[in-house]
């Protein structure tokens, strides 16, 4: 049974390495389960590996068939993470670079240091933000 605030994906076990479970998973966009997708060459298919930390790690096999289960506020949270958060900084950057006068150039650097701050920030945060985001694995 699907509860409508959750994400599932079905995928294969390709690594264990203690309690970190590595899961392929093909990440399909809409386009990619319509029926025409051969047709017009428009479909786009991803396969991504999710790292999974599960304290039942050695009850599972390299290349069994499991289930992901993501909360949709994780989703969003990560989506605000990594889009909405740094438009506001480009944009604050923006902003305040205009109000002080200066060029176009000064603004264009301003924007990738704000970037590369706040994704070194991130990075480093790694394993803290990481913690709130819980991905369940379940045996198929």
């Known amino acids: 049974m699907q509860r409508k605030n959750t994400i599932f994906h079905h995928g294969e076990i390709t690594d264990i390495a203690g309690q970190c479970i590595s899961v392929r998973i093909l990440q399909a966009s ?3 389960t319509c029926a025409a997708a051969q047709l017009c060459k428009s479909s786009e298919a991803k396969e991504k590996v999710m790292q999974v930390r599960s304290t039942e790690a050695d009850t599972y096999e390299v290349g069994e068939t499991v289930r992901l289960q993501i909360d949709v506020r994780n ?3 990560a989506a605000f993470l990594a889009y909405i958060v740094p438009l506001i ?7 305040c670079v205009s109000m ?3 060029s176009d150039g ?12 706040y994704y070194s920030l991130l ?3 790694r394993d803290h933000i990481s913690r709130k985001f ?7």
């Open 89 to 95: 900084l480009i944009v604050a950057e923006l902003v």
């Open 106 to 117: 000064l603004a264009a650097i301003g924007c990738l240091l704000v970037l590369a701050l």
């Open 123 to 125: 990075y480093a945060l």
């Open 100 to 102: 002080f006068g200066g």
């Open 75 to 77: 989703g969003l949270l």
């Open 30 to 32: 809409a386009c990619s």
């Open 134 to 140: 819980e991905i369940k694995i379940i045996k198929q």
